[in-house]
């Protein structure tokens, strides 16, 4: 999967930007205020990626800093935000006031963001608050927050193979952390992802 690019700055519209690595152009969506900051075209850029894979597409997420990343992937693990709704309070909020919003219970200022209703806020206050802590000065698992999350090269290996499948991060997770737990840390990577794709198909 693709973790990082480098490269020139092509173009910017609305929500992404294409990035020219070596002659390629790789289309990346991102928030407001990433884009915002990438300057004019042709300006070296580097951005942290975010690679979703799906059945008919790969989208790549693109941002400056590990930290909105990680927020991106945990605003995910809430019901009802998708990558486009987590695009648009990073858009309307900095990582430091998502931060302070969660922990103050402050659905009104989460709620600023487009597609982010009243109850959609709450939600997410609710959700996080116990969350949240964990990503003040530490990466978010891929796959998303968890307090069981799989660590080491057999998780991310058997996380990044079931990506490429097509499942999304919080099933991934999920499914591998059961699995690794199932076959213990001494299995190999090839156990643990038929153990996760058996358990994803009940």
């Known amino acids: 999967?693709?973790?990082?690019?480098?490269?020139?700055?092509?173009?910017?519209?609305?929500?992404?930007?294409?990035?020219?690595?070596?002659?390629?152009?790789?289309?990346?969506?991102?928030s407001t205020k990433t884009l915002a900051s990438l300057g004019g075209a042709g300006t070296a850029v580097s951005l942290h990626i975010e690679t979703h894979v799906r059945e008919d597409a790969i989208q790549l997420f693109g941002f400056v800093t590990e930290r909105e990343r990680d927020w991106f992937r945990l605003l995910q693990t809430v019901q009802g935000v998708g990558a486009k709704v987590a695009l648009a309070i990073l858009s309307v909020l900095t990582p430091d006031e998502i931060h302070a919003a969660i922990a103050n219970r402050d659905k009104t200022m989460v709620g600023r963001a487009s597609g982010v209703g009243p109850k959609l806020a709450e939600r997410i206050v609710n959700e996080l608050k116990d969350k949240a802590g964990g990503i003040a000065g530490v990466a978010i698992p891929v796959g998303g927050f968890a307090p069981a999350a799989p660590k080491g090269g057999l998780a991310a290996d058997?996380?990044?193979?079931?990506?490429?499948?097509?499942?999304?991060?919080?099933?991934?997770n999920r499914v591998v952390t059961a699995a690794i737990e199932e076959a213990g840390e001494g299995a190999d990577v090839g156990t643990v992802v038929r153990l996760a794709l058996k358990k994803a198909a009940r």
């Open 158 to 172: 058997a996380l990044s193979a079931l990506a490429n499948l097509g499942y999304k991060p919080a099933e991934a």
């Open 1 to 30: 999967m693709i973790a990082k690019l480098k490269g020139l700055l092509d173009t910017v519209n609305a929500d992404a930007a294409v990035i020219d690595v070596n002659g390629v152009g790789y289309l990346v969506s991102a």
